[in-house]
């Protein structure tokens, strides 16, 4: 049963924690990404990964990073630094880095900053 | 100037109309295009793409572009309560495959 997962579904943080958002995927893709959507607004782009061992800021990538350490596997940590982090994150994965391939989403996690 | 802008809504239509939803875009040397469906509180969840001038169907749907206006629409034929959703209009970046989404259409189908 291929696809994206991602977790936990829920996530509370205090102010000043670090929380690491696991997103894994058998659907044999090279291509990762993390967005980030808040209420009202579309999805902006944290940080992609075209293959393993690579990645690249995305246009909201300050307070962020990721790693990409297997092909399956690219979990985002949301550090203190980022100063607004409530939000739903969304993990997407498509078969190559090309604008032509579509892009596949994980069911997200909503992070809620206590 | 965004770079892909929708009507937020919301858009309300009767049960078995035609549903009309809107997207245009600022870079011209755009290539792909997406339609997203999107329940409240879910992940958004692909219903068209389109790379070439001219409609596309699928079903219930149709993607319609046109590059010299630089506007992608998505048509709901036959309108059903389990359309109401909010649907984000995507276009492609060259660079890494990127997508750039607008703010998304709130669709409202009323029985």
């Known amino acids: 049963d291929g696809g994206i997962t991602q977790s936990p579904k829920y996530l509370f943080r205090k102010e000043g924690q670090n929380v690491t958002l696991s997103c894994e995927q058998n659907l044999n893709h090279d291509a990762m990404y993390w967005y980030r959507q808040d209420p009202g607004q579309g999805l902006r782009l944290i940080y992609y990964?075209?293959?393993?061992?690579?990645?690249q800021k995305g246009d909201i990538a300050e307070g962020y990073s990721v790693s990409r350490e297997k092909k399956e596997s690219f979990p985002l940590t949301v550090t203190s630094a980022q100063k607004n982090p409530t939000a739903f994150y969304l993990c997407?994965?498509?078969?190559?880095?090309?604008?032509?391939?579509?892009?596949?989403f994980g069911p997200g996690t909503r992070l809620t900053v206590l | 100037q965004k770079e892909v802008e929708q009507n937020s809504g919301p858009l309300s239509v009767p049960e078995g109309a035609i549903a009309s939803l809107n997207c245009t875009y600022s870079?011209?040397?755009?290539?792909?295009f997406f339609w997203y469906r999107q329940y409240s509180g879910k992940s958004p969840e692909l219903i068209m793409s389109?790379?070439?001038?001219g409609d596309k169907e699928d079903g219930r749907f149709t993607a319609q572009l046109n590059k010299a206006s630089q506007y992608v629409s998505l048509l709901i034929r036959d309108s059903q309560p389990s359309d109401s959703a909010t649907y984000l209009c995507a276009v492609g970046r060259n660079q890494g495959g990127k997508l750039i989404f607008g703010q998304g259409t709130e669709l409202s189908v009323k029985p």
């Open positions: 997407a994965s498509s078969i190559a880095a090309h604008s032509n391939n579509e892009q596949f």
């Open positions: 870079d011209r040397g755009s290539q792909s």
């Open positions: 990964s075209q293959i393993v061992n690579d990645f």
């Open positions: 389109i790379y070439s001038n």
